[in-house]
Nanobody, 116 residues
């Protein structure tokens, strides 16, 4: 059974940094496309960063140069390093894994609040 559990969220001041983790079980990371999504209050969930099975990365324009997605296959964990955080980065962050067979899995999210 596949499980994804996010952690690392919290309250941070503008300009600060956080590292989110997505710990997985029941899956092989390299068999999945992995994405970090966020959902702000009253807004639709949006894709922030993604990593292909081969390790290529993509970012939405608003986070390019500030966020970095990575994975540790041995720890079965994905990460999202977030630097120079802005108030508009506030939201609940979710990881999603899409297996090459078509199955997909969501975590329950971790809250990030950027405020002074």
């Amino acid at each position: 059974q596949v499980h994804l559990v996010e952690s690392g969220g919290g309250l941070v001041q503008p300009g600060g940094s956080l590292r989110l983790s997505c710990a997985t079980s029941g899956m092989i990371l390299s068999e999945n496309v992995m994405g970090w999504y966020r959902q702000a209050p009253g807004k639709q969930r949006e894709l922030v960063a993604a990593m292909t099975r081969g390790g290529r990365t993509n970012y939405t324009d608003s986070v390019k140069g500030r966020f970095a997605i990575s994975r540790d296959n041995a720890k079965k964990t994905w990460y999202l390093q977030m630097n120079n955080l802005k108030p508009e980065d506030t939201g609940r962050y979710y990881c999603k894994a899409v297996h090459y067979s078509g199955g997909f899995y969501w975590g329950t999210g971790t809250q990030v609040t950027v405020s002074s």
